[in-house]
């Protein structure tokens, strides 16, 4: 029995070819597991006639959340060192992942500014190692299998498109997620580059006929057992490959002639899986053959011999009969490297699968054991070979090296991926889940499943009796601290202020959580509550580590203003704007994005402009690009505010649907979709009430008063009193209760109409008596228009129309200076109809029309149209609006855009872009964060690769 000759792919291997022929490429090779994509590969590469290069990576089919896995195994194992290369000071960044090259690698970067900025880097440092060990074919197969880090590479190559460097991966379509980054580079290959995508179907009967007969001493095979081998098998190779095997191991073929045939082909009995023609072979092997075979399905990926062996429980002779006889069983294969393992991963999960739950531990245990003895021990895989061995303390052991080294390596995700796995999965004892939970970054931690795994961990391990009050404290912070990163603000605040008595004082922890009290969310506290936290924060922040103080101040700045204190201007003021390290950078961004926000809920709009800016600088020059969608977020509610219309729909709606957006910033985009299609006439009721609901189920009480606000203006304007007054009545019950008067810019205005319109004068009368009283003496331009627009609002329905007339005159003043031009227009639109009632038609109608062509210039078509309308039936013919706009480039580059992604693209700073350009860094950064808002994307990289995938080139040349 011989090994099958390779047959029926002479398409393939030409298209192969021809694209390598024409660098760069993209080749992308698709089939179904068993159809022969390794074995196209292999004998392509083998009879190449260019002998450049070829580097080869396997994803593993056991999932290791280790960075670049399998990319970094191919160049380990493709060069015996790297000293002589002359590699750049970037390549220290790769020293994490090749520790034992340490030596001849240039010392480690300053730390990323994040775990995006520092992945970036790490792409760049292999590449440029891989060029320089002079790669002219990157090769990785089973891509999906691969690591999120890998596809990411994979993605930031292509767009790179280094001019020599060709990738070829291969996968199985049936097997690729719905959200697979792999999905990017197969639809929308980058310009420039030679696209093969290559489809390897099954053989026919002929090329069936042909490989059979290649394993038989090329003797002839009948047709008729062709054609039945064919139609059991389908035609695919491995199939039919191991049908043929066992065959001939039952003895079930003979020669008959000059051909092959079976004893009967009325009885044949051709496996229907290959999982059971792998398992019938294996069966009829000798037993130390067969511990060998499981022992390789255990280690899951090509191991050493030695590891086998030991695995296997056999003596460490690679000589011996079992070995050999195993190499020979045509199921495992050798490695250049030699390295073995078996040649299909179906032959690997058949018999895997095939051992008994405990036999599979006890070959985890000794496989594990084995790998530790290994020069450069492979922590995520020691990992995973002693979890399903069942050995807790080895797995947390290896576990949390291999998270310690993806987090030097600036890979969070992965880190997150083995310690949440490790937190979730392990029955840990609540001391270790501690240990564990205060190593786990929490930024890359996303989806609502994940986080609420970790907080029913955390729940059950406070309610040990094995925990000292400090340590449950602790976890009661944890536990807080993932509350609000879901948004579930009064649970966050209930762990919060429980952990507080029992946290060490002055420690971060403690300070954390009375800020955190201290911000008006998820508790129904009165705001002196709120006051009294954040003044124990206030004792508690000098007592920080000194770099730990100014973003404790800001955190604080923020509690005072959500609160309507004056005080926290001055509190955001002792933050330092310094940001020479990445400490100050981080302090001075959220400083200015959380005191960002608060200016534009106070009606501080040019205050709000300049920091919102600058943290969106900020967080684009430094890859901070959690932060900067929630400033981009903002920043379009600002928009919103002072009128900046156009093409806020789509940047609103963009936000909506970006699946990085956490859910407040989601939920305040799409406040602002539906604040936008509520000006412009459509009905969106059903989802500010979703909005409504989402905010009040997750405690953000505060949030609740612009949306309550639109839909009572709608339902008021549609004559539904009673709707207006009870979508009112729980916000303005808050404002009233928490006496944080901030909130009432836009609620209390719109319960003051309701309550008129209902002849509820009295309680009219008594809400805008509060809410002067909660004003005085605060400065704050928004809710001060507010209040003046409810006095108008009373004394219109007080029946004194010529005094209601001068008082909406002042509102519309009052919202006119911040400026809000929609609420103005609105409140112009009040005083002309006052006019109207006070026998001044001339005026009332010609003030309409000023209106009417204010509200259509602005963009709110449903509010000019209801004008024009009123206008009209009032016998007048109201004005004609433009229709048009500005003239612009709309989603499209500027020509001066244009020139500043093509530099990025060749990878220039932005510095270096404006030495080039002779324009100033800021304006650089300017024309930058332009463009990555029409390309929908938020880092310079997804910049560099969404505008090669539009055409744009670094040399100039657009397709």
């Given at each position: 029995?011989?090994?099958?000759?390779?047959?029926?792919?002479?398409?393939?291997?030409?298209?192969?070819?021809?694209?390598?022929?024409?660098?760069?490429?993209?080749?992308?090779?698709?089939?179904?597991?068993?159809?022969?994509?390794?074995?196209?590969?292999?004998?392509?590469?083998?009879?190449?006639?260019?002998?450049?290069?070829?580097?080869?990576?396997?994803?593993?089919?056991?999932?290791?959340?280790?960075?670049?896995?399998?990319?970094?195994?191919?160049?380990?194992?493709?060069?015996?060192?790297?000293?002589?290369?002359?590699?750049?000071?970037?390549?220290?960044?790769?020293?994490?992942?090749?520790?034992?090259?340490?030596?001849?690698?240039?010392?480690?970067?300053?730390?990323?500014?994040?775990?995006?900025?520092?992945?970036?880097?790490?792409?760049?440092?292999?590449?440029?190692?891989?060029?320089?060990?002079?790669?002219?074919?990157?090769?990785?197969?089973?891509?999906?299998?691969?690591?999120?880090?890998?596809?990411?590479?994979?993605?930031?190559?292509?767009?790179?498109?280094?001019?020599?460097?060709?990738?070829?991966?291969?996968?199985?379509?049936?097997?690729?997620?719905?959200?697979?980054?792999?999905?990017?580079?197969?639809?929308r290959p980058p310009p420039g580059m030679t696209l093969l995508r290559l489809g390897v179907g099954p053989l026919d009967v002929a090329e069936t006929a042909e490989l059979v007969s290649s394993m038989l001493a090329d003797g002839h095979v009948s047709s008729a057992f062709a054609a039945l081998l064919h139609e059991r098998t389908e035609g695919v190779p491995l199939a039919v490959e191991e049908s043929v095997r066992l065959l001939h191991d039952r003895a079930d073929l003979v020669r008959r002639g000059d051909e092959w045939v079976r004893h009967s082909l009325a009885d044949i009995r051709v496996p229907p899986t290959v999982r059971d023609a792998v398992l019938e072979r294996v069966r009829r092997l000798r037993p130390g053959v067969q511990a060998v075979l499981r022992a390789a399905a255990v280690l899951a990926e090509a191991s050493e011999p030695a590891a086998l062996l030991a695995c296997a429980g056999l003596s460490a002779d690679p000589e011996r009969s079992d070995w050999a006889e195993a190499l020979g069983s045509g199921l495992l294969a050798?490695?250049?490297?030699?390295?073995?393992?078996?040649?299909?991963?179906?032959?690997?999960?058949?018999?895997?699968?095939?051992?008994?739950?405990?036999?599979?531990?006890?070959?985890?245990?000794?496989?594990?054991?084995?790998?530790?003895?290994?020069?450069?021990?492979?922590?995520?895989?020691?990992?995973?070979?002693?979890?399903?061995?069942?050995?807790?303390?080895?797995?947390?052991?290896?576990?949390?090296?291999?998270?310690?080294?993806?987090?030097?390596?600036?890979?969070?995700?992965?880190?997150?991926?083995?310690?949440?796995?490790?937190?979730?999965?392990?029955?840990?004892?609540?001391?270790?889940?501690?240990?564990?939970?205060?190593?786990?970054?929490?930024?890359?931690?996303?989806?609502?499943?994940?986080?609420?795994?970790?907080?029913?961990?955390?729940?059950?391990?406070?309610?040990?009796?094995?925990?000292?009050?400090?340590?449950?404290?602790?976890?009661?912070?944890?536990?807080?601290?993932?509350?609000?990163?879901?948004?579930?603000?009064?649970?966050?605040?209930?762990?919060?202020?429980?952990?507080?008595?029992?946290?060490?004082?002055?420690?971060?922890?403690?300070?954390?959580?009375?800020?955190?009290?201290?911000?008006?969310?998820?508790?129904?506290?009165?705001?002196?509550?709120?006051?009294?936290?954040?003044?124990?924060?206030?004792?508690?922040?000098?007592?920080?580590?000194?770099?730990?103080?100014?973003?404790?101040?800001?955190?604080?700045?923020?509690?005072?203003?959500?609160?309507?204190?004056?005080?926290?201007?001055?509190?955001?003021?002792?933050?330092?704007?310094?940001?020479?390290?990445?400490?100050?950078?981080?302090?001075?961004?959220?400083?200015?994005?959380?005191?960002?926000?608060?200016?534009?809920?106070?009606?501080?709009?040019?205050?709000?402009?300049?920091?919102?800016?600058?943290?969106?600088?900020?967080?684009?020059?430094?890859?901070?690009?959690?932060?900067?969608?929630?400033?981009?977020?903002?920043?379009?509610?600002?928009?919103?505010?002072?009128?900046?219309?156009?093409?806020?729909?789509?940047?609103?709606?963009?936000?909506?649907?970006?699946?990085?957006?956490?859910?407040?910033?989601?939920?305040?985009?799409?406040?602002?979709?539906?604040?936008?299609?509520?000006?412009?006439?459509?009905?969106?009721?059903?989802?500010?009430?979703?909005?409504?609901?989402?905010?009040?189920?997750?405690?953000?009480?505060?949030?609740?008063?612009?949306?309550?606000?639109?839909?009572?203006?709608?339902?008021?304007?549609?004559?539904?009193?009673?709707?207006?007054?009870?979508?009112?009545?729980?916000?303005?019950?808050?404002?009233?209760?928490?006496?944080?008067?901030?909130?009432?810019?836009?609620?209390?205005?719109?319960?003051?109409?309701?309550?008129?319109?209902?002849?509820?004068?009295?309680?009219?009368?008594?809400?805008?008596?509060?809410?002067?009283?909660?004003?005085?003496?605060?400065?704050?331009?928004?809710?001060?228009?507010?209040?003046?627009?409810?006095r108008a609002i009373l004394t219109q329905g007080d029946e004194a129309a010529e005094r209601a007339t001068n008082l909406f005159a002042r509102a519309a003043e009052a919202w006119q200076a911040l400026p809000r031009p929609y609420d103005a227009l609105l409140a112009r639109e009040r005083q002309a109809r006052c006019l109207l009632t006070a026998g001044r038609p001339d005026a009332g109608l010609a003030l309409l029309g000023e209106v009417c062509r204010g509200l259509a210039d602005l963009g709110a078509s449903g509010d000019a149209e209801r004008v024009a309308r009123f206008m009209r039936d009032h016998g007048h013919t109201p004005p004609p609006t433009w229709r048009g706009g500005?003239?612009?480039?709309?989603?499209?580059?500027?020509?001066?855009?244009?020139?500043?992604?093509?530099?990025?693209?060749?990878?220039?700073?932005?510095?270096?872009?404006?030495?080039?350009?002779?324009?100033?860094?800021?304006?650089?950064?300017?024309?930058?964060?332009?463009?990555?808002?029409?390309?929908?994307?938020?880092?310079?990289?997804?910049?560099?690769?969404?505008?090669?995938?539009?055409?744009?080139?670094?040399?100039?040349?657009?397709?």
């Amino acid at each position: 029995m011989s090994a099958p000759r390779f047959v029926g792919r002479g398409r393939e291997l030409a298209g192969l070819a021809r694209a390598l022929a024409a660098p760069p490429a993209l080749v992308l090779i698709e089939g179904e597991a068993g159809i022969g994509k390794t074995r196209l590969l292999q004998e392509f590469l083998t009879a190449r006639e260019t002998r450049g290069r070829v580097l080869v990576a396997s994803a593993p089919p056991v999932r290791r959340p280790y960075t670049l896995a399998c990319v970094v195994d191919a160049v380990r194992q493709s060069t015996d060192g790297i000293a002589g290369l002359g590699l750049t000071g970037l390549a220290g960044a790769l020293r994490p992942l090749f520790p034992e090259w340490v030596a001849d690698l240039p010392s480690a970067p300053e730390p990323a500014e994040d775990a995006l900025a520092g992945r970036h880097r790490l792409f760049r440092a292999l590449a440029e190692l891989i060029g320089r060990l002079e790669v002219d074919v990157l090769v990785v197969e089973d891509v999906h299998w691969a690591d999120e880090a890998t596809l990411e590479f994979l993605l930031f190559l292509a767009a790179a498109r280094p001019a020599r460097l060709s990738l070829v991966v291969s996968y199985r379509p049936e097997d690729v997620s719905p959200d697979s980054l792999l999905l990017r580079l197969s639809s929308r290959p980058p310009p420039g580059m030679t696209l093969l995508r290559l489809g390897v179907g099954p053989l026919d009967v002929a090329e069936t006929a042909e490989l059979v007969s290649s394993m038989l001493a090329d003797g002839h095979v009948s047709s008729a057992f062709a054609a039945l081998l064919h139609e059991r098998t389908e035609g695919v190779p491995l199939a039919v490959e191991e049908s043929v095997r066992l065959l001939h191991d039952r003895a079930d073929l003979v020669r008959r002639g000059d051909e092959w045939v079976r004893h009967s082909l009325a009885d044949i009995r051709v496996p229907p899986t290959v999982r059971d023609a792998v398992l019938e072979r294996v069966r009829r092997l000798r037993p130390g053959v067969q511990a060998v075979l499981r022992a390789a399905a255990v280690l899951a990926e090509a191991s050493e011999p030695a590891a086998l062996l030991a695995c296997a429980g056999l003596s460490a002779d690679p000589e011996r009969s079992d070995w050999a006889e195993a190499l020979g069983s045509g199921l495992l294969a050798e490695t250049a490297a030699g390295l073995v393992g078996y040649r299909h991963v179906l032959a690997s999960r058949a018999v895997y699968e095939s051992m008994p739950v405990s036999e599979r531990r006890a070959l985890h245990l000794r496989a594990g054991t084995a790998l530790e003895s290994s020069p450069q021990p492979p922590m995520a895989r020691l990992a995973w070979q002693f979890r399903e061995a069942g050995d807790t303390e080895r797995w947390c052991r290896y576990a949390e090296l291999a998270a310690e080294a993806a987090l030097v390596a600036g890979d969070d995700l992965a880190a997150v991926t083995m310690l949440h796995d490790l937190l979730t999965t392990a029955d840990l004892p609540p001391a270790k889940v501690l240990a564990l939970m205060e190593r786990l970054p929490l930024a890359p931690l996303t989806g609502a499943d994940r986080i609420g795994q970790l907080v029913r961990v955390l729940r059950d391990a406070i309610s040990s009796t094995a925990l000292t009050p400090n340590e449950a404290a602790r976890l009661r912070f944890q536990l807080g601290m993932l509350l609000d990163m879901a948004a579930e603000f009064g649970a966050s605040r209930a762990e919060l202020e429980a952990a507080i008595p029992h946290l060490r004082a002055g420690s971060p922890e403690s300070a954390r959580a009375m800020l955190l009290l201290g911000w008006a969310r998820g508790a129904p506290w009165r705001r002196q509550v709120h006051l009294q936290w954040l003044h124990r924060a206030a004792q508690a922040i000098p007592l920080l580590p000194p770099a730990a103080r100014p973003g404790a101040t800001g955190s604080r700045a923020t509690g005072l203003l959500l609160l309507g204190e004056e005080e926290g201007w001055a509190a955001a003021g002792e933050v330092p704007d310094d940001t020479d390290t990445r400490v100050q950078r981080r302090n001075v961004v959220l400083r200015d994005l959380n005191v960002g926000d608060l200016a534009v809920r106070w009606g501080r709009y040019v205050e709000a402009r300049i920091r919102l800016d600058r943290a969106y600088e900020l967080t684009g020059r430094h890859q901070y690009l959690r932060w900067r969608v929630g400033v981009a977020v903002t920043l379009a509610h600002l928009d919103w505010c002072v009128g900046n219309w156009s093409g806020l729909a789509e940047r609103a709606d963009a936000l909506t649907q970006d699946e990085s957006v956490l859910a407040m910033d989601r939920l305040e985009s799409e406040l602002v979709s539906g604040l936008l299609a509520t000006a412009a006439g459509r009905d969106v009721d059903a989802a500010l009430l979703r909005l409504l609901g989402e905010w009040r189920q997750r405690g953000a009480t505060d949030c609740l008063m612009e949306p309550a606000a639109a839909l009572a203006r709608s339902w008021l304007a549609n004559g539904r009193i009673d709707d207006a007054l009870g979508v009112t009545e729980e916000p303005v019950a808050i404002v009233t209760h928490k006496e944080i008067w901030l909130w009432a810019t836009d609620v209390v205005p719109a319960r003051v109409d309701a309550l008129v319109a209902s002849g509820r004068l009295g309680e009219a009368a008594a809400v805008v008596g509060a809410f002067e009283r909660g004003l005085r003496g605060r400065d704050m331009p928004a809710p001060a228009a507010g209040l003046a627009l409810c006095r108008a609002i009373l004394t219109q329905g007080d029946e004194a129309a010529e005094r209601a007339t001068n008082l909406f005159a002042r509102a519309a003043e009052a919202w006119q200076a911040l400026p809000r031009p929609y609420d103005a227009l609105l409140a112009r639109e009040r005083q002309a109809r006052c006019l109207l009632t006070a026998g001044r038609p001339d005026a009332g109608l010609a003030l309409l029309g000023e209106v009417c062509r204010g509200l259509a210039d602005l963009g709110a078509s449903g509010d000019a149209e209801r004008v024009a309308r009123f206008m009209r039936d009032h016998g007048h013919t109201p004005p004609p609006t433009w229709r048009g706009g500005r003239r612009g480039y709309g989603d499209q580059l500027s020509p001066r855009e244009l020139d500043v992604v093509r530099l990025v693209i060749a990878g220039r700073t932005s510095r270096e872009i404006a030495a080039l350009l002779h324009r100033s860094p800021k304006t650089v950064t300017t024309q930058i964060n332009s463009a990555m808002r029409k390309f929908h994307v938020s880092s310079r990289t997804a910049l560099a690769v969404s505008a090669i995938e539009a055409g744009v080139t670094a040399d100039g040349s657009a397709e």
